[in-house]
């Protein structure tokens, strides 16, 4: 996807992205994603986002900082039988929340799954106590849907529409 407004850049997952990852689904952080995971788990986990390009034409891409070449976090479209619908889903490293650039980074990924793929009505599935992600999906315009379909009864769902959003405080 390329470099973005933020000073970030979208790219392809690798294997060297693994350790990052797999540290923060080990760490309490991961609660609201079902976690902490141990070394196996984190790796299916890891392996799912990159399978959903080659299943479905979308998955997970890495949020690198320009300048520096820092992997910040993950942004991507997950669909499978974990997921009723699809979901925009992102994940910062805690050195990069507060800065936007999970908001810039979903954001284009929506747009852009929109754009390229026709995927209209995105959602997010968040922790209620997840107040950061919360405050992520409302940014880009997100509205709560109580009667989504998921998988965890205590989910908060977030509707997505293309072009939503991303600009308000």
């Avoid at 690798?14 to 976690?35: I, K, N, T, W």
């Avoid at 284009?108 to 599935?125: C, F, K, P, Q, T």
Wanted: aromatic share 8%; hydrophobic share 40%; charged share 20%.
């Amino acid at each position: 996807m390329g470099s973005l407004g933020l000073g970030i850049t979208l790219r392809a997952p690798v294997e060297g992205d693994f350790p990052a990852y797999e540290r923060l689904m080990a760490s309490p952080r991961s609660r609201g994603m079902g976690g902490p995971y141990d070394t196996k788990a984190a790796w299916g986990m890891f392996c799912h986002d990159l399978a959903c390009w080659t299943l479905f034409g979308h998955g997970a891409l890495m949020i690198d900082l320009r300048t520096s070449g820092e992997c910040l976090g993950q942004v991507g479209i997950s669909h499978g039988p974990l997921f009723p619908e699809k979901e925009l889903g992102w994940l910062l490293y805690a050195s990069a929340e507060g800065f936007g650039y999970a908001t810039e980074a979903a954001e284009a990924l929506r747009d852009w799954s929109a754009r390229a793929l026709g995927l209209i009505g995105l959602v997010s599935y968040i922790a209620p106590d997840n107040g950061a992600s919360i405050k992520v999906a409302e940014r880009l315009g997100a509205t709560l849907d109580p009667k989504a379909p998921r998988h965890d009864p205590d989910d908060l769902v977030y509707r997505h529409r293309p072009g939503g959003s991303a600009r308000c405080a």
